[in-house]
């Protein structure tokens, strides 16, 4: 299992670094990527202690960039021999996506990881626009860090899915990884009734609409059972739940109720042209919740 992990910022990746750890990937392997991005006037600090860039020399504030990038990277393969993870640290020139791409292809990675949620502008503008570019345009799967994860122990969390063909090639791409990190995983299904139903049944007499309700309710919870039987590998507790409202409101409370760490989602699409389509909700997890995300995109 090989990673490639962008990092310009500790406290960025910190979150990132923590869940790759506590995921209990087999046989892990870890790159590491400083990035150097090109400079341009009135553009905001680059790296700690360096100001606007408006006036002043490129080369010193690239060198000083570098600098940092190499002394973050050796601090983040320490970070990760201590917790028993092969790591290498690489640095690179050029767009931030554009490279962690890259090396994701040279290594022949299955996933890449980012921080996000960050505070600091600099943090915003780097980590927001790499993992919006990322999670849209990469064709590996993303891991997306953010807020203060515990540094040990299992992991809570939930897999939202429609069941559709993409989710369950998400599932394979899942029980490919193998992570034995988690401690209780919560299969969420939320439905629409109306897009769900028959047409016409939301208008049909009490009875018939209670029925085909009651039905479809089976149906999900048969699907979300099976979803749970072929991911038993994972070895941890399963829950479902058959939530009706939008995806993108019920999930966030479902991530609250059940206390968890991670949302696990699948990419909508594998293909050049897919990669375009996320999909609205997994696209409004990556970009608006402050909780961690995994988007699964089959390799």
């Known amino acids: 299992m090989r990673i490639v992990l962008g990092a310009n ?9 923590r869940l790759i750890a506590r995921l209990g990937f087999p046989n892990v392997e870890v790159h590491t990527l400083g990035v150097i991005e090109p400079f341009y006037p009135y553009t905001p600090p ?3 202690g360096l100001g606007m860039t408006v006036g002043v020399d490129f080369g010193r504030i690239e060198e000083a960039v570098r600098q940092h990038c190499e002394t973050l990277g ?3 393969v ?5 917790k028993r993870i092969r790591c290498t640290a690489h640095v690179a020139n050029g767009r931030a996506s554009d490279e962690i791409q890259q090396l994701a292809h040279q290594v022949n990675a299955d996933l890449i990881a980012v921080g996000g949620g960050n505070k600091g502008a600099v943090a915003a503008m780097f980590f927001g626009s790499v993992t919006r570019e990322l ?24 897999f939202a899915t429609d069941h559709s063909a993409y989710a369950r090639k998400g599932a394979d791409e899942l029980l490919r990884f193998g992570p034995l990190g988690f401690s209780k995983l919560t299969i969420l299904s939320c439905y629409d009734l109306e897009m769900r139903l028959p047409l016409g049944t939301v208008l049909a007499a009490p009875e018939t609409f209670a029925l085909e309700k009651e039905k479809l309710e089976r149906a999900i919870h048969h699907e979300n059972k099976q979803l749970c039987e072929k991911l038993a590998p994972l070895q941890c507790e399963f829950s479902t739940m058959e939530v009706q409202g ?3 409101e019920q999930i966030a409370k479902v991530m609250e109720a059940t206390e ?23 696209h409004h997890q ?3 919740e402050r909780y961690s995300v995994l988007v699964l995109r089959p390799k």
């Open 260 to 282: 968890s760490e991670l949302l696990i989602i699948a990419a909508q699409g594998h293909g050049a042209r897919d990669r375009l389509v996320l999909g609205s909700t997994a």
């Open 246 to 248: 939008s995806p993108i």
């Open 9 to 17: 910022q500790k406290e960025s990746a910190e979150p990132v670094i």
């Open 78 to 82: 320490q970070e990760f021999h201590e």
């Open 286 to 288: 990556v970009a608006n």
């Open 135 to 158: 999670s849209v345009h990469s064709d590996l799967s993303v891991l997306i860090g953010r807020g203060e994860p515990k540094t040990h122990g299992p992991i809570k969390a939930v």
């Open 46 to 48: 680059v790296a700690p």
């Open 74 to 76: 050796e601090e983040i």
